[in-house]
DNA sequence: TATCAAATTTAGGCAAAGCTAAATATTTGA
DNA sequence: TCAAATATTTAGCTTTGCCTAAATTTGATA
């Protein structure tokens, strides 16, 4: 079966949600994530029904069917496979692949699938630090804390961001944040709970309470 | 300006009929390159118009501005360029990738576009043998014949193919002829114009008429 | 339990890009 | 020159995916 990309769009939404602990997504929580308004989503739902994507009742909301879970975790993996492919391969940096890895999910081509991911040594997470779902919906998941939740004097990795846009990555990027990069925790500012954190033997930066929500570490 | 699908796709028609010597492209003409009822191309060459990418009148049809050349040539440019990516460093074979790259030349990123042509060295010509326009729009013009049109006796190499359906490349593949492929053509059936030709050095086959108006040679 | 807020659905519309069938133009060529 | 063939346009319709505004339903709470 063909899906438009509004289908496919609408899935990878509410697979998302899923993951965040919703199991019953309702439409108000599509509109919000898609940008969409209500009205609109309940046709789409419908729709979705009725091709048995999902299966959608009033009070239950939406949840995947077996095969919705299929199409959709493919669409995650075409998303970050491509997010991947465009910094190794083509020198773009994280902050840039987002939109595009947007439109290149849509592609159909199960070949191009499959020799990007080859091309790439079967990548197991993207450049936001996101696990990609290998060829049956299987990703690793790690165990992380938001920054913002840590302890003063510990030291952690971080291993993910919470937020793919542009703007906070070059914000990160500015503070001198990336993936992997090992920080200390020196001082929790008992006002507004933000954090004077230290960069592996780099330099020592104020990080906002919103920024270290969005700062995934181990 | 961001173009959609569907108005990129026209664009790419009228550039190639352009290109194969009719500088006023009729509705009709353009009707049947995209399998598309006239009555809907009425509707779209009147958009396009007033978008001031082609110039439309009923008496001398459609011709691109230069603004709608741009757009053309960088369409064919994308679709080239990804042609020779799937071929060069994805392990495509020529016959799968032309409906693949129908998809990828609509993706809106310059960045891709030129990190890809990069990637590739600045290649001249796809793996069909049609020459990739540079950045400005400009393409290496060979001056190549039919095979049909060859005497008998000649030896001739291999330029490009005339039809891009996996249909069309497998029947070459299977009966050995490749791009820079030497040829020498041994006889020509009085009866139906078909040739006897030999591939340098390895077999004889016969080729139809209709095949040898297809394969473009020096 | 009555009320208010939030979520959902209905109703009616719009734009894009296609279609068919019928009406008009334009060419061609007998 | 005029009829037939070809090309173009009009009119009206369809699907997809979105919108707003106005019900309606559900659910929390006072
Ligand atoms: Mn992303
Ligand atoms: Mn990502
Ligand atoms: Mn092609
Ligand atoms: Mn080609």
Excluded at 4 to 29: F, H, T
Excluded at 44 to 70: C, F, P
Excluded at 73 to 87: A, D, G, I, Q
Excluded at 190 to 208: A, T
Aim: proline letters at 3%.
């Amino acid at each position: 079966m063909i899906l438009s990309n509004a289908e496919e769009n609408y899935l990878k939404a509410i697979y998302a949600l899923n993951l965040l602990g919703k199991e019953r997504v309702n439409n108000q929580a599509i509109a919000d994530k898609l940008t969409i308004n209500p009205a609109s989503v309940t046709d789409m739902v419908r729709k979705l029904d009725e091709k048995k994507l999902i299966s959608y009742s009033r009070s239950e909301g939406a949840r995947l069917t077996r095969e919705g879970l299929r199409i959709a975790s493919k669409t995650v993996r075409k998303h970050r496979l491509w997010e991947t492919f465009l910094v190794e391969k083509l020198n773009f940096t994280w902050d840039e692949v987002h939109d595009v890895a947007e439109q290149l999910e849509h592609i159909q081509s199960d070949k191009l699938l499959d020799e990007i991911d080859k091309l790439l040594g079967h990548p197991k997470f993207d450049p936001h630090g996101d696990p990609i779902p290998d060829a049956n919906g299987k990703m690793t998941r790690i165990h992380s804390t938001p920054l913002s939740e840590i302890k003063e004097g510990s030291k952690v990795k971080v291993v993910s961001v919470g937020d793919n846009s542009a703007a906070f990555l070059r914000y990160l990027d500015k503070q001198g944040i990336s993936l992997n990069g090992i920080l200390v925790v020196k001082e929790i500012q008992s006002f507004d709970q933000s954090l004077l954190v230290e960069i592996k033997g780099k330099k020592e930066v104020f990080l906002s309470t919103e920024a270290c929500k969005k700062i995934f570490v181990v």
